[in-house]
């Protein structure tokens, strides 16, 4: 058997303090700041709270409030930039407003969400998480930007880098997912593809990192609810992947609408000045969320909208996003003293040299370019790519008796479900400026697949989460027509994303009834779901012989997903957010504490445990996991050494084998488990992977080099260092299924 030997060096971390810092964007230089403070000398109190105001246009709703007059607001200076607003034409009328018809003619930002494409929607970003291919990841954005660009756009409100690991809050399907090491690997080539190689570029966009800080851990999985975490928890888990971002150079930063121990992120002087600009060296600028200055007042922490712009901007806050409490205020509160001309000047400074790095005072409408407008959006090499993503963000969930990949020789194939032939449901929640119309749904990708050669029946079965329509007997009956049944289940598109938050995680609607019926045939049956979070769906899994998670796959989902059902594609993806066995366990993570009362394996019912009475402590799928239509067989793991002196790096290494019939892809992760802490330490924490192809039959050697700053963690006192002693080493296919051994740092 042929052994390749492949030696990866492992990424130096970009969690916790002293991580390496990215090339950032080089800070203004002297001929900007000459430019900026002559401009700013002759800018009034109320043309500063106007650059440091932000309006969404009437083009489409992001939030709950929405003002008319943004064209006046333009027109009397009273803006900074607008969001929501593309297309050059738009862009153009209204930046040539501010540029013309104000006094000083400052240009404006044109911010959007672009969370996961512009035109050309990519996976959502969860379900891009699960390649582990932070290569591809930068890629998606980079085209987003190139798109973006073309339609006038140059602020995306993105990346969305929070943490989570509750999948009842529906912004899960927006970030990477439960795992702060990767998160902040996907965070950092996330910003560097929206901010290319330099933000003068005319198809670089200001990346805006989001939601700061700590958004997704809101108690009970409710949006915008309260995030009550320890400092070690929040310093551990929740900010690395701010962290990352902002050593990549992410020129702004949003506000979450969250307080973290009651202190709400918008009013929090610690987090976006002390942390933010003098720990980390931010340079950008803050931004808030929708209308969160104004939400310290039900927050309970501001008397007025007086009072929560004064506190607001003297806790490190720039711009205020549809509040219009800086543009109410400031001026006043300059007058009154109670902030500073210097806080009011450093926040306009930093908003103008944004702008200037983008080149706007060089030419405002660099942006606004028809010929790019019609020949960089949805290029083909980009819908080929959609194409690609959508398939390498599958996760093979089951696959008992290779029921997948479907033959092209079978000659009828059933597609029964809800979302089989739902073209708005592929896009998924947060799709930019990406149209339903231009999807390709499940059934159109089989049907492009196997041409006239397959009889395709379909049948909608049930609803999504009503129980109005039962089409169940009708789909039975084409079940038991056709040679091979696909199922194609979930959530609707608006089932997660923000103010998206479920109590019940389960398939929603008549799903299991029609599941249930028609797997009960006997015919070979494979469920495809479509989701924005991890479901809880033991029963479904029970029953099905096959379960291919294809998230929301965007424009191309229905072709991706076509090219790995019939096996052009071998799925590879892994799950970087846990599924529950149900509701009650959440949150279930992978990288959790041991306890004084361990369960044991043994016998997980044992009283006296951290276990339940009624359910398993469990996962039904663990972070990590994702089949392959082949197998890989992994060798015992070998060490340089069992011990290593202070300062050295770990070297470990494994074998795997593709004893399958077909080469295929596997994301091979390296976990540690530090023994004896000063504090408690989980378990296991991911601190390698390596996404390798093996052919069928061969063997390769995968080394990881893990340098021991990757084993640091904060200890009591709050210092950040790793200690000598004991711990164990992981090497597997998934958190779980993982080969051991030990080592020991010296003292
Ligand atoms: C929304 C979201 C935020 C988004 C902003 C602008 O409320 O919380 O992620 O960027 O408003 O649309």
Redesign the pocket.
Same mark, same amino acid.
């Given at each position: 058997m042929k052994t390749l030997k492949l030696v990866f060096l492992l990424a130096v971390s970009l969690a916790g303090p002293g991580s390496c810092k990215h090339e950032k964007e080089q800070p203004a230089d002297r001929k900007m700041q000459i430019f900026i403070d002559d401009l700013i000398r002759k800018m009034t109190a109320e043309e500063k709270a106007g650059q440091l105001s932000l309006f969404t246009s009437d083009w489409t709703s992001?939030?709950p409030s929405i003002r008319n007059d943004y064209i006046d607001l333009i027109r009397e200076g009273k803006t900074g930039g607008i /969001?929501n607003a593309y297309t050059v034409d738009f862009v153009r009328s209204l930046q040539k407003t501010a540029v013309e018809e104000t006094r000083l003619h400052i240009p404006m930002l044109f911010g959007f969400?672009d969370i996961h494409g512009h035109r050309t929607i990519f996976p959502v970003p969860l379900a891009q998480a699960c390649t582990w291919d932070t290569t591809l990841i930068e890629k998606v954005e980079r085209i987003t930007a190139i798109e973006a660009t073309a339609e006038g756009l140059n602020w995306t /409100?993105a990346p $969305?880098v929070d943490l989570a690991r509750d999948p009842r809050w529906g912004r899960v399907m927006e970030g990477a997912g439960e795992d702060t090491w990767l998160g902040s690997l996907i965070a950092a080539a996330r910003v560097k593809g929206f901010q290319g190689k330099s933000l003068s570029d005319s198809n670089s966009v200001l990346a805006c990192v989001?939601?700061f800080a700590a958004y997704g851990a809101p108690q009970a999985g409710r949006d915008y609810y309260t995030v009550d975490i320890s400092d070690r928890s929040l310093n551990e888990w929740y900010l690395p992947p701010y962290r990352a971002a902002v050593n990549a150079g992410a020129g702004s930063v $949003?506000t979450s609408f969250n307080e973290i121990a009651g202190v709400p992120s918008t009013s929090n002087r610690w987090l976006l000045t002390d942390l933010l600009r003098r720990n980390w060296n931010f340079t950008g600028f803050v931004v808030t969320?929708?209308g969160s200055i104004n939400e310290l007042i039900p927050h309970g922490v501001a008397a007025d909208q007086e009072d929560a712009a004064e506190m607001s901007v003297n806790a490190g806050v720039d711009m205020d996003m549809q509040g219009s409490a800086f543009l109410s205020w400031l001026p006043a509160l300059v007058k009154e003293g109670k902030v500073s001309e210097e806080t009011l000047n450093n926040a306009v400074r930093r908003v103008l040299e944004a702008k200037y790095r983008l080149g706007l005072f060089d030419d405002p409408y660099k942006y606004c370019n028809n010929k790019r407008e019609s020949e960089d959006i949805m290029r083909p090499e980009f819908i080929a790519f959609a194409r690609e993503v959508a398939a390498k963000s599958c996760v093979l969930l089951k696959n008992d008796k290779n029921t997948l990949p479907l033959s092209k020789a079978v000659k009828t194939i059933a597609v029964i479900g809800p979302l089989s032939d739902s073209r708005a449901d592929m896009l998924g929640a947060w799709a930019g400026a990406g149209s339903a119309d231009s999807c390709v749904t499940l059934v159109e990708g089989i049907r492009n697949k196997t041409g006239l050669s397959v009889d395709i029946l379909t049948e909608r079965g049930c609803n999504i989460t009503d129980e109005e329509y039962d089409g169940i007997d009708r789909a039975v009956a084409a079940a038991r027509q056709a040679d091979f049944v696909i199922l194609a289940l979930g959530e609707s598109s608006s089932m997660s994303g923000?103010a998206a938050s479920r109590t019940d995680i389960g398939l929603p609607g008549m799903q299991m009834k029609l599941a249930e019926a028609v797997i009960k045939t006997g015919k070979p049956t494979a469920v495809v779901l479509f989701n924005g979070r991890p479901l809880a769906i033991p029963g479904l899994d029970e029953i099905s012989p096959a379960i291919l998670e294809t998230w929301f796959g965007g424009t191309e989902a229905g072709n991706g997903i076509a090219d790995v059902l019939f096996g052009d594609i071998n799925p590879s993806g892994k799950l970087t957010m846990t599924f529950p066995l149900n509701v009650g366990q959440v949150p279930l993570f992978y990288n959790v504490k041991n306890t004084g009362r361990p369960i044991n394996p043994e016998n997980p019912h044992e009283k006296y445990k951290s276990n339940y009475l009624d359910s398993p402590n469990t996962p039904l799928f663990p972070f990590g996991y994702g089949l392959s239509y082949t197998t890989f067989q992994y060798s015992d793991i070998k060490l340089t050494k069992q011990s290593y002196r202070h300062g050295e790096n770990i070297i470990a290494s494994a074998d795997i084998t593709n004893t399958g019939d077909r080469d295929g892809e596997e994301i091979v992760q390296l976990y540690v488990h530090d023994i004896v802490g000063d504090v408690t330490r989980p378990v296991k924490e991911l601190k390698a992977f390596k996404k390798v192809m093996i052919k069928k039959g061969q063997t390769i050697t995968v080394a990881f080099t893990v340098a021991p700053e990757e084993l640091a963690y904060y200890h009591q006192d709050m210092s950040f260092s790793y200690d000598p002693g004991d711990f164990e080493i992981f090497i597997g296919t998934n958190s779980e299924n993982v080969k051991k051994a030990s080592f020991k740092i010296e003292e």
């Open positions: 992001t939030g /969001f969400d /409100f $969305m989001k939601h $949003m969320d929708y923000e």
